[in-house]
């Protein structure tokens, strides 16, 4: 139908968003590490899916690159729910509508970023006590 966004539509947009459409047609296996990651992003939206589990999106991306994906994630988190994991406070500040932190396995905190920087500081210092 007319106006609704094709799946040629959907690929390019994705690949614009995480800034590799310069390079579509390059095999994969020739991408940085940069860019395989922020080509899994894009793979994982195709379909627009109502859940998406991303793992440490950004690691290891210059400031730049990350930006970009943190740009395209947040367009894309409207009417899904994302679970991303990441050791960078800065990337679930940015991303996180609810942030869970876990420790030792365990979940040992939850709310919004500002709840959690109320809670405990900016330094996000959460010590478990440990039971013997």
């Known amino acids: 139908m007319f106006g609704e966004p094709t799946e040629e539509n959907e690929i390019q947009d994705l690949l614009k968003g995480v800034q590799l459409w310069d390079v579509r047609h390059k095999q994969s296996g020739q991408y940085s590490g940069g860019m395989r990651r922020r080509l899994s992003v894009a793979i994982a939206s195709v379909g627009s899916p109502k859940?998406?589990?991303?793992?440490?999106?950004?690691?290891?991306?210059?400031?730049?690159?990350?930006?970009?994906?943190?740009?395209?994630?947040?367009?894309?988190?409207?009417?899904r729910a994302i679970i991303l994991t990441t050791h960078s406070m800065e990337e679930a500040d940015a991303l996180g509508d609810r942030i869970g932190i876990m420790s030792e396995g365990k979940l040992v905190a939850i709310g919004s970023s500002l709840h959690l920087k109320s809670k405990f500081g900016a330094g996000y210092r959460i010590k478990r006590k440990r039971q013997y």
């Not at 999106?57 to 409207?78: A, C, E, F, H, Y």
């Open 51 to 79: 859940v998406m589990f991303l793992d440490e999106p950004t690691t290891g991306m210059d400031p730049l690159s990350r930006q970009r994906v943190w740009n395209m994630i947040q367009k894309i988190k409207k009417n």
